[in-house]
């Protein structure tokens, strides 16, 4: 008890309360008791660093600490163990358990819960007896599904669930854990993320879903969420990407081999992903100069070809063996320059989403006219100039031996 000084005594939760219940009260500024250096020597000692307990006040089913710790750790003494785990006051780790034993983890505020290389069975039921638990991690227990089972853990603040052989992300998977700050889903085999697999995660920062085998990234991501992000999209090969993966999110940095992931963000934000020169994030023709090169080299070749051909036409000098060679050249200047029409023109089509619609340009007939259009250059066009020069010396042989 604590003796107000010439009168009365008090109990010791009634100390140093900002309250006064001595006259004066001396309860409340007594150096020696509410200092912020008070010890509490044999007694309880409240987390607001103020207020002492006596030993008797705590468990007992009352508040009397200003942040109600008194009353915090009182089911530790309920507190079974998970059969083959090891427990050390507000920690569990389990290594290799494959059956369900006993074990009662409910309304206990644990700090950390580690399951490695556990059945499944096992860590599902685990999970569905949490309350309150700061840190999750679940890595190799070859979970073949991770969401929607974290929902009640409103405390949790990271989550690891790498190394397990999840497939799917579904919308809303992981979603309204106000204090989650940090996903780790790397290394399972992830090949579809649905739109919104993360929601409302009002303080997430970090989220790593690398090298998975995701081929989509969809859009919305990441939905609702008012945090700083960093994001590790690295060893996944996309084959479709959404204009809106990131819409509304604030990203930080992002750690991946795709540049056209970096596309999609700021400019102001990290991004490790090298993009050549020759690539770009808005257009199909990176710089103006090679967009003007395309325009003007079409319109000369273009032009001066079909001006010889009408001049070797009513000139009637393509019926000569020189004319045969002119008006072939002209031909192979003519295809060179309907190629650079095309490339202008895909420019054009797709401009400022060619990095997203890759896939797209690679299966059209444009593609397929201008890759047709280089083999020619590379195979036919050769081949048919020496076709025509040897029946030219051919023709030059014969006319000299008449």
């Given at each position: 008890m604590f003796k107000c000084p010439g009168f009365y005594c008090l109990p010791w939760h009634m100390v140093c309360d900002a309250k006064w219940d001595c006259p004066q009260g001396l309860d409340e500024v007594d150096s020696n008791w509410c200092g912020l250096k008070q010890?509490?020597?044999?007694?309880?000692?409240?987390?607001?660093?103020?207020?002492?307990?006596?030993?008797?006040?705590?468990?007992?089913?009352?508040?009397?600490?200003i942040l109600g710790d008194d009353e915090s750790l009182c089911a530790l003494h309920k507190f079974q163990c998970p059969i083959r785990c090891n427990c050390l006051a507000l920690s569990v780790q389990c290594l290799h358990v494959h059956h369900c034993g006993q074990g009662n983890l409910e309304q206990l505020p644990l700090l950390a819960v580690s399951i490695h290389f556990s059945s499944p069975v096992f860590v599902y039921q685990v999970v569905s007896q949490?309350?309150?638990?700061?840190?999750?991690?679940?890595q190799r227990n070859d979970l073949l599904s991770l969401c929607h089972i974290f929902q009640k853990l409103l405390e949790l603040k990271s989550l690891s669930l790498n190394n397990n052989q999840a497939e799917i992300l579904d919308t809303s998977c992981i979603k309204n854990l106000p204090q989650l700050t940090t996903v780790l889903i790397a290394r399972n085999n992830i090949c579809f993320v649905a739109m919104k697999s993360f929601a409302n995660l009002s303080n997430l920062s970090f989220v790593d879903l690398s090298n998975n085998e995701m081929k989509i990234l969809p859009s919305h991501l990441i939905y609702n969420t008012q945090g700083r992000l960093h994001i590790d999209l690295c060893g996944n090969v996309f084959e479709t990407i959404h204009e809106d993966a990131f819409s509304g999110l604030t990203l930080r940095a992002m750690k991946t081999s795709d540049y056209r992931l970096?596309?999609?963000?700021?400019?102001?934000?990290?991004?490790n992903a090298t993009k050549m020169w020759h690539r770009s994030c808005q257009d199909f023709l990176s710089t103006t100069g090679l967009k003007f090169s395309c325009a003007f080299v079409f319109s000369v070749v273009f032009s001066t070809s079909l001006l010889s051909i009408g001049?070797?036409?009513?000139?009637?000098?393509?019926?000569?063996?020189?004319?045969?060679?002119?008006?072939?050249?002209?031909?192979?200047?003519?295809?060179?320059?309907?190629?650079?029409?095309?490339?202008?023109?895909?420019?054009?089509?797709?401009?400022?989403?060619?990095?997203?619609?890759?896939?797209?340009?690679?299966?059209?007939?444009?593609?397929?006219?201008?890759?047709?259009?280089?083999?020619?250059?590379?195979?036919?066009?050769?081949?048919?100039?020496?076709?025509?020069?040897?029946?030219?010396?051919?023709?030059?042989?014969?006319?000299?031996?008449?």
């Open positions: 010890n509490c020597t044999q007694m309880f000692k409240c987390r607001d660093a103020n207020s002492c307990l006596h030993l008797g006040n705590v468990c007992d089913n009352k508040l009397d600490c949490l309350r309150i638990v700061e840190h999750l991690n679940l970096c596309c999609l963000v700021s400019t102001e934000m990290l991004c001049v070797q036409i009513s000139t009637k000098k393509y019926k000569t063996n020189h004319g045969v060679n002119v008006l072939a050249l002209n031909l192979n200047d003519m295809i060179f320059g309907l190629e650079l029409l095309c490339v202008w023109l895909v420019d054009l089509m797709y401009r400022g989403t060619f990095f997203l619609t890759k896939e797209n340009w690679l299966n059209s007939f444009p593609c397929y006219f201008m890759f047709t259009t280089v083999l020619h250059f590379c195979i036919c066009a050769p081949g048919l100039s020496l076709c025509l020069l040897s029946w030219n010396l051919l023709q030059w042989s014969s006319n000299r031996q008449n």
